[in-house]
């Protein structure tokens, strides 16, 4: 993955930790804090690994890691975010196996049921919360754009 790839949200995240870790407004950050951040990112990395990411990533060789270099850096240890297309063809199909007769349509129960296989630990009345929500109409089925907003939370 490189800069090019990063979300405009995952720019944006990865410049305000910059800026807020570049208490001088230099417009640069000391390895300690490159290692500070990859750490909040889930990364830790030895002294001797993070030499290595200065000696590839400190284009300019001050010392230093400005913000283009940070982000060549960072995009290494972020996720891609995933493809909103394609998360709604993959859910599309699951839908489509439990909407067996084509109508569009899933029964509620056959829905809790899905929601109970994804996560055993939701508690009963956290699922029938659920359900109530999505079923605002009352119709006691769930179309795939209710099924959509519960499984992305969109």
């Given amino acids: 993955m490189n800069k090019q790839e990063l ?3 995952q720019m944006k995240i990865l410049k305000e930790a910059f800026e807020a870790f570049d208490i001088e407004k230099k417009g ?3 390895v300690e804090v ?3 951040i ?5 990364q830790t990395l030895s002294e001797e690994e993070l030499n290595e990411v200065m000696e590839e990533y400190d ?4 010392g230093q890691i400005e913000f283009e270099e940070f982000l060549e850096l960072a995009s290494n ?3 891609p975010e ?12 699951v839908f489509m196996m439990y909407d067996k007769n084509g109508t569009g349509f899933i029964p509620l129960d056959t829905f809790k049921k899905i929601l109970q296989e994804l996560d055993g630990a939701v508690p ?3 699922l029938d919360d659920i359900i109530d929500e999505i079923d605002a109409d009352g119709s006691g089925t769930v179309d795939f754009e209710e099924f959509m907003e519960v499984m992305t939370g969109e």
Avoid: H, M, P, Q
């Avoid at 990859?38 to 889930?42: A, D, T, V």
């Fill in 7 to 9: 979300s405009k949200d």
């Fill in 124 to 126: 009963e009345n956290e």
């Fill in 59 to 62: 284009v300019d060789e001050s």
């Fill in 34 to 36: 490159v290692g500070t």
């Fill in 77 to 79: 240890f972020v996720e």
């Fill in 82 to 93: 995933e493809d909103y297309d394609a998360l709604r063809a993959e859910l599309r199909e």
């Fill in 28 to 30: 640069s950050i000391s």
């Fill in 38 to 42: 990859l750490e909040l990112l889930g």
